[in-house]
């Protein structure tokens, strides 16, 4: 099991960035897909961002230009770089592992507050 930690969130106002990250322990990050995943209050979780262990990212068309996924793999870390920030993408954002979301495994996640 590959255990997540996400930070970075805060308050911004719009137009504004955030750099969120996600710092893994566990076995073989190396080779696992991450994803970063947002929800807003009374609303279901969506999944934002994702990086497969070769490099390749996909990102949900709400945020496609605006944000970019990475990953440190020297480090153990995935980033979510966000930029042209808008309110409607205040949520608690998370990282997690395909195996982790299988379990129902969520870690605490950081909270992205957009300002008006």
């Known amino acids: 099991q590959v255990q997540l930690v996400e930070s970075g969130g805060g308050l911004v106002q719009a137009g504004g960035s955030l750099r969120l990250s996600c710092a893994a322990s566990g076995s073989r990050f190396s080779i696992r897909n991450i994803s970063w995943y947002r929800q807003a209050p009374g609303k279901q979780r969506e999944l934002v961002a994702t990086?497969?262990?070769?490099?390749?990212?996909t990102y949900t068309d709400s945020v496609k230009g605006r944000f970019t996924i990475s990953r440190d793999g020297a480090k153990n870390t995935a980033y979510l770089q966000m930029n042209s920030l808008k309110p409607e993408d205040t949520a608690v954002y998370y990282c997690?592992?395909?195996?982790?979301?299988?379990?129902?495994?969520w870690g605490q996640g950081t909270q992205v507050t957009v300002s008006s």
């Open positions: 997690n592992t395909e195996d982790n979301v299988r379990r129902g495994y």
């Open positions: 990086i497969t262990s070769g490099g390749y990212t």
